[in-house]
């Protein structure tokens, strides 16, 4: 087949190349889409218009809604406009010398982003969330996989040449649970990730007015018998305690990241009680409306936390001017949900893998005009504060 460039508008572009590893996916009743291809990024808003019009109706409201009147999405972005970037001049840098590597926990990434769990890809990509793991792969970065995917654990896992992560729901079935954490040790998952802050996949009132038109055809891959998987996803525990964290290090022998944290008072707890990284997180305000902003819940966090263990933070990142404002509030690292599954949508795992290099390289010239070389550089003297959240406290050095 030649290679076919196809004009998606308003500034992204899909490049497809068909090469010997490319699976062929068929068009199905529900109509996810088939794209494979690099995409040029201009920026990722513009990404989402495009990915909306290749996105069937029920898969783009699952994916885009938040809870309630969803103002918590809304100020996931907003929230970042408190926050302005203080730029160092006449420092020497160059192009060349920018360094966007980072240590996260035992791993050593090319960039400080990853992909953050998110469930049922099947919505958006008939390549659900194995072409999702493939792209962070070509990326060679990290992959969190959710425990509500499509695709089961076992296959995402071979599906990446990058480092994974297992998100867990705790099921009310301990046995359920074992086995999730069994197999996610067995499959090379390097951590487990402890969601603190939901009881299964978020839905908006767009989509639960639609009749919750979840695809019929497809299961929580980690939950069919056909693939190894027990128990009911939605059988969720929601009496969860710090003796969780330490149930799951014990079992596995493995890291444990709590996600969902917006108070410094539960970092400090969850810490002592053995976690070993934590994630400022509101579950892109799909679970609870009302609650801040991830990066306005960040600088309290990072003074309690005290480079105890990493921080990561998810929540609104669209820009490289985003990660750098987060890294200089003290998170180590960030992680990015719905622009991932519309990169997915416009080019399959090519697409992931593009939507990623984009934000690398955003991040890459935002540092070089913030005079910033590498990520240890920045600290909140980079950060001026502006608004009403001018009032909490962040040290600046």
């Not at 996810?32 to 029920?58: C, H």
């Not at 939605?234 to 149930?247: E, R």
């Not at 404002?325 to 697409?351: I, K, N, S």
């Not at 690398?360 to 005079?371: P, Q, R």
């Amino acid at each position: 087949m030649s290679k076919a460039a196809l004009a998606a508008g308003n500034g992204v572009t899909t490049t497809v190349a068909p090469t010997a590893s490319t699976p062929t996916l068929a068009k199905t009743a529900y109509g996810a889409s088939t794209r494979q291809g690099k995409i040029n990024i201009v920026n990722l808003n513009l990404l989402e218009e495009q990915a909306k019009k290749v996105i069937p109706e029920a898969g783009y409201k699952f994916v885009s809604g938040a809870a309630g009147d969803e103002w918590t999405l809304r100020e996931n972005r907003r929230a970042f406009d408190d926050y302005r970037i203080a730029s160092k001049r006449l420092v020497g840098l160059q192009a060349s010398d920018i360094d966007i590597s980072t240590k996260l926990l035992d791993l050593t990434l090319p960039m400080p982003i990853m992909i953050a769990p998110m469930g049922v890809h099947g919505m958006v990509h008939e390549g659900t969330e194995i072409l999702t793991a493939k792209g962070a792969g070509l990326a060679k970065t990290l992959y969190c996989s959710s425990g509500a995917s499509h695709a089961s654990l076992e296959e995402i896992a071979t599906a990446t040449t990058g480092p994974k992560w297992f998100q867990l729901y705790y099921n009310k079935d301990e046995q359920v649970t074992r086995s999730l954490l069994t197999r996610a040790k067995n499959a090379g998952y390097s951590a487990i990730v402890l969601t603190a802050d939901a009881l299964g996949p978020g839905q908006s009132d767009a989509f639960i007015a639609m009749g919750r038109p979840f695809r019929s055809d497809m299961v929580f891959g980690n939950h069919d018998p056909k693939r190894g998987g027990s128990g009911n996803f939605f059988a969720q525990k929601t009496n969860l305690t710090v003796d969780d964290i330490k149930f799951i290090k014990d079992f596995t022998g493995l890291p444990v990241i709590i996600k969902g944290i917006l108070r410094a008072d539960d970092a400090d707890r969850f810490i002592n009680a053995g976690a070993d990284a934590i994630q400022v997180s509101n579950h892109g305000g799909r679970q609870i409306d009302g609650v801040p902003a991830s990066i306005t819940a960040l600088p309290a966090i990072a003074k309690a936390v005290n480079r105890r263990v990493p921080i990561i933070l998810d929540g609104g990142v669209r820009r490289g001017i985003d990660i750098v404002r987060a890294v200089a509030m003290g998170a180590d690292a960030v992680a990015v949900g719905r622009p991932m599954l519309y990169g997915l949508a416009m080019g399959g795992a090519e697409g992931v893998q593009s939507t990623l290099d984009w934000l690398a390289n955003d991040l890459k010239t935002a540092m070089l005009l913030a005079g910033a070389g590498k990520l240890g550089d920045l600290n909140p003297n980079f950060i001026d504060i502006v608004g009403e959240n001018a009032r909490f406290n962040v040290n600046r050095g």
